[in-house]
T-cell receptor
Framework: GAVVSQHPSRVICKSGTSVKIECRSL??????MFWYRQFPKKSLMLMAT?????????EQGVEKDKFLINHASLTLSTLTVTSAHPEDSSFYIC?????????????FGAGTRLSVL | GQNIDQPTEMTATEGAIVQINCTYQ??????LFWYQQHAGEAPTFLSY????GLEEKGRFSSFLSRSKGYSYLLLKELQMKDSASYLC??????????FGTGTLLAVQP
């Protein structure tokens, strides 16, 4: 399957700082990437859909000014958690889908565990 | 509305066969996916069904009935390393995936 790289794998930061998470498709071009959030023992909650060259589409209840998404190239999407607070602590996972490959299969990055102190 | 239902937990014995069921309701349908997720890790893709029937991949098989909104994942010759959460996800009309809460499978010796 396709390889998706997500960095960093773990972040510990102070309240009020901003954190950037990168998601890269390594062996394919991803016109669409997705950002999820997962709480312990819960399923993945879609936060936003990131489309290359256009604005991200956010799910209901997700603050677009809080979670900034940029998809500047066909292989890179970034999620910036601005002015992070303890309630933003979570496991953030990105996925990428290649147009025309294997239908609509999404391949996931390894995830980023964010801890805000 | 959109909804995915699957059992919360299951227990099985090493070497045995286990079937994890999933029912779904989506606005539009674009395929049924199964992912495996070990604790603290990201999901890994297992299978994809878009047509009715059984898809077999080694020890794992997945079945789909679109008319019934039903799928199952079949794991044969269970190994201890198969202990994980198994996520059922349905692709809707918008090409997003709607995930179930996952079935935590515990494989016992």
């Amino acid at each position: 399957g396709a390889v998706v790289s997500q960095h960093p794998s773990r972040v510990i930061c102070k309240s009020g700082t901003s954190v950037k998470i990168e998601c890269r498709s390594l062996d394919f071009q991803a016109t669409t990437m997705f950002w999820y959030r997962q709480f312990p023992k819960k399923s993945l909650m879609l936060m936003a859909t990131s489309n290359e060259g256009s604005k991200a589409t956010y799910e209901q209840g997700v603050e677009k000014d809080k979670f900034l998404i940029n998809h500047a190239s066909l292989t890179l999407s970034t999620l910036t958690v601005t002015s992070a607070h303890p309630e933003d602590s979570s496991f953030y996972i990105c996925s990428a889908r290649e147009w025309g490959r294997d239908g609509n299969i999404q391949y996931f990055g390894a995830g980023t565990r964010l801890s805000v102190l | 509305g959109q909804n995915i239902d699957q059992p919360t937990e299951m227990t099985a014995t090493e070497g045995a066969i286990v079937q994890i069921n999933c029912t779904y309701q989506t606005s539009g349908f674009n395929g049924l996916f199964w992912y495996q997720q070990h604790a603290g890790e990201a999901p890994t893709f297992l299978s994809y069904n878009v047509l009715d029937g059984l898809e077999e991949k080694g020890r794992f098989s997945s079945f789909l009935s679109r008319s019934k909104g039903y799928s199952y994942l079949l794991l044969k010759e269970l190994q201890m390393k198969d202990s994980a959460s198994y996520l059922c996800a349905a692709g809707g009309a918008t090409n997003k995936l709607i995930f179930g809460t996952g079935t935590l499978l515990a494989v016992q010796p």
